[in-house]
């Protein structure tokens, strides 16, 4: 069994992004990557200051804008206007999930889609389904998919099965894997709760993406010899042992799984560190479009 190790390939697409960004000072220009906050959500607050941090490392410049969680529509609809029109700007992205009364739906429209770096405005949507790729993808499945070719898995007509049907992860991670040429030309099926047998649709798979969001929901009877796992879920678990009191655990029972599999992301170190370097990616990619 291969463990796929996020960690690493994350490291190798920051240095890309990091040459990227030299040529683009070499020009006088800093890309820049605006984050908002609505509300005191702790995870929430986590993946900022982990957005924050990565922006500092690579030498782009970020904005974390903190609203409270008795921030109106009409006020974040404001503040995104601003942020569409500002030159420092290249990427927006509004942290999920907002308080409940907020349209988060409405909030997704209203950023320019050129600075959607998160992929999920309609006009993205619709050019990845296109395979226009003049668009944003989403970054947790554009990092499967990297992990994927990093570890040499030709997904040319394999059987992928991908657990979930977000618009976050299930619905592009399928998109990007039906779609032709590197990375994709797979035959993809899509998963779900009221999938009849989950367990033996999962056993067809070369490849299985598992994004549920339900701690070790994929055991040892829905994974096939010697297919491969990616385990996008992060779930936490209570854990007395550690000081935190929880651990993070995904959506696969990895002890179970591991021992049949080709090749294996882990949760921590798999997935995660992928969406945040595929972020500051498309990042320096919407700075370079819209400087060029
Ligand atoms: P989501 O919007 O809740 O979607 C979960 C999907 O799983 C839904 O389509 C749901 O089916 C399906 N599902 C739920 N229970 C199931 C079951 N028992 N059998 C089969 N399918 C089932 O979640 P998400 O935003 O896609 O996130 C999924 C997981 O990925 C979460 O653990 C999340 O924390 C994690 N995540 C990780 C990253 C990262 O950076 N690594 C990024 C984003 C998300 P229905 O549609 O029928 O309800």
Do not use: W
């Amino acid at each position: 069994m291969k463990l796929i190790d996020g960690k690493s390939v994350a490291a190798e697409v920051e240095q890309e992004t990091r040459t990227r960004i030299e040529m683009l000072k070499t020009r006088g220009i800093t890309p820049g990557l605006a984050v908002v906050l609505v509300g005191e959500d702790p995870a929430s607050q986590a993946y900022v200051r982990n957005k924050d941090r990565t922006c500092a490392a690579l030498g782009m410049y970020s904005r974390k804008i903190e609203m409270p969680a008795t921030t109106t529509q009409a006020e974040l609809m404001a503040v995104v206007a601003d942020l569409n029109a500002d030159p420092a700007i290249h990427g927006i992205l509004v942290q999920s999930p907002p308080p409940k009364h907020i349209d988060e739906r409405a909030v997704t429209e209203a950023i320019d889609p050129r600075k959607d770096v998160d992929g999920f405005h309609p006009v993205n949507v619709a050019k990845l389904v296109m395979e226009d790729l003049t668009g944003f993808v989403p970054c947790t499945p554009l990092g499967c998919q990297r992990l994927l070719t990093a570890a040499g898995i030709e997904t040319a007509g394999a059987e992928v099965v991908v657990v979930g049907r977000s618009l976050i992860v299930g619905k592009p991670m399928a998109f990007l894997l039906m779609a032709k040429g590197k990375g994709g030309d797979a035959t993809v099926t899509i998963a779900h709760s009221r999938t009849r047998d989950l367990a033996a649709v999962c056993r067809r798979a070369d490849i299985v993406i598992a994004a549920i969001g339900r701690p070790k929901c994929l055991g040892a009877e829905h994974i096939r010899d010697g297919a491969v796992v990616i385990d996008v879920g992060i779930n936490r678990v209570a854990d007395p042992t550690t000081k935190s009191g929880y651990r993070l655990v995904g959506d696969v029972d990895f002890e179970t799984v591991a021992e049949k599999c080709k090749a294996i992301t882990p949760v921590p170190g798999g997935v995660g560190p992928m969406t945040i370097a595929m972020l500051m990616g498309n990042t320096v990619t919407a700075c370079e479009r819209l400087t060029a």
